[in-house]
């Protein structure tokens, strides 16, 4: 499967160590609920959905998402993290379909 | 005479099928999906059977009025020290007139710094959005909101 086009972003882009900053990671995902009817076909478009969202700081787990299928088209989730020190922010996350990607950001406070 | 009668008909079929036409299309628009839950189940699963309080401490921000219900930003606050002895667990966000209540599960730590969450959800209907902040006391707070739908986003 080709890798999907997900972005991680710092939200304010600088920050100093010990401070909150908000945490964006965008995916581009059709997020099929599995009961909408293809307009040619009349067919049902099969579920394809993200069911799991990790987020990793240096290979520890520090938040973890279970999702649906009523998270909207190219979802976007926002959470908090109180940056620890320098290292890597790691997001991995699954689809109902068995697909597994990640995607990687430095984490470099600055004072 | 006659006219009168006439529009006097006219008015009350329309009121009847006014009345009568929501409702059926209502029950017509909800499939289920493959993973529907009702909220009851859901919150059941959670919870366990534990008391679910409204409380101030979760501040749930929607909007009152969606446009397009593909997309409904939702963002929730829950006000807590986050220290290793007292934070949020978890956050669980319903849509509770969807096929699948279940829209979010999010399990936080200590690492956040402060409970916050927001993502864009899909709502079929109007419909209210329930929030419930699991505490590592053991607690469940709950929020809820009113979101109307002009045109739905599932299907």
């Not at chain 2, 009350?12 to 839950?37: D, F, H, Q, S």
């Not at chain 2, 919870?47 to 929730?76: F, Q, R, W």
């Not at chain 2, 710094?113 to 419930?132: C, E, N, P, W, Y």
């Amino acid at each position: 499967m080709a890798e999907r086009k997900s972005l991680i972003k710092f939200k304010p882009k600088k920050y100093k160590n010990g401070e909150i900053v908000k945490v964006n990671f965008m995916v581009m995902h059709p997020m099929e609920t599995g009961m909408r009817k293809d307009k040619k076909t009349g067919k049902l478009v099969p579920a394809d959905y993200i069911s799991e969202v990790k987020f990793f700081f240096d290979d520890k787990p520090f938040t973890t998402m279970q999702v649906w299928e009523s998270v909207s088209t190219n979802p976007v989730f926002t959470i908090n993290f109180k940056v620890p020190g320098e290292g890597t922010l790691k997001v991995v996350y699954k689809t109902n379909t068995g697909e597994v990607q990640e995607k990687t950001k430095k984490v470099k406070p600055k004072g | 005479m006659q006219r009168r009668t006439f529009l006097q008909r006219i008015g009350l079929a329309a009121a009847a099928t006014a009345v009568i036409t929501p409702r059926t299309v209502l029950a017509a628009e909800a499939p289920k999906g493959p993973n529907a839950m009702s909220l009851d189940a859901a919150l059941k699963a959670i919870t366990g059977g534990k008391k679910v309080t409204p409380s101030d401490k979760v501040h749930l921000k929607a909007p009152e009025i969606a446009e397009n219900g593909a997309v409904v930003p939702v963002t929730i606050e829950v006000d807590s020290p986050m220290t290793n002895d007292d934070y949020v667990k978890a956050i669980h966000v319903f849509a509770t007139k969807n096929s699948n209540v279940r829209c979010a599960d999010i399990m936080l730590t200590p690492a956040n710094g402060a409970a916050m969450f927001a993502t864009r959800i899909k709502l079929g209907s109007s419909q209210d959005v329930l929030v419930v902040a699991e505490t590592s006391k053991g607690e469940f707070l709950s929020a809820k909101q009113s979101v109307k739908v002009t045109i739905g986003g599932c299907g």
